[in-house]
């Protein structure tokens, strides 16, 4: 069973930083993918960033050019640093690794305000 479990959300003011981390662990035969998706009260949860074992990333168009995800496969860890921030970003963001099905975190609040 794989377990994911994140870290790193928090208060941040408009234009300023954040980095969420993911660690995933337990019986890992292979990861496929991981990403981060965010949920906003009201809205359906939406993709924010993924990467593929081979190193492919995939970005909303929201996020393009102010967010970056990273991974470390061996450590089985995937990172999303956030920059530029918008009050818009708010959101509980939440990992998921496909391993090879979708095991999610238990999500991280970011919230973005003056």
């Known amino acids: 069973q794989v377990q994911v479990v994140e870290s790193g959300g928090g208060l941040v003011q408009p234009g300023g930083s954040l980095r969420l981390s993911c660690a995933a662990s337990?019986?890992?035969?292979?990861?496929?993918?991981m990403g981060w998706y965010r949920q906003s009260p009201g809205k359906q949860r939406e993709l924010v960033a993924s990467?593929?074992?081979?190193?492919?990333?995939d970005y909303a168009d929201s996020v393009k050019g102010r967010f970056t995800i990273s991974r470390d496969s061996t450590k089985n860890t995937v990172s999303l640093q956030m920059n530029s921030l918008k009050p818009e970003d708010t959101a509980v963001y939440y990992c998921?690794?496909?391993?090879?099905?979708?095991?999610w975190g238990q999500g991280t609040q970011v919230t973005v305000s003056s």
């Open positions: 998921n690794v496909r391993a090879p099905t979708d095991v």
């Open positions: 990467i593929t074992s081979g190193g492919s990333k």
């Open positions: 337990g019986y890992i035969f292979r990861i496929y993918l």
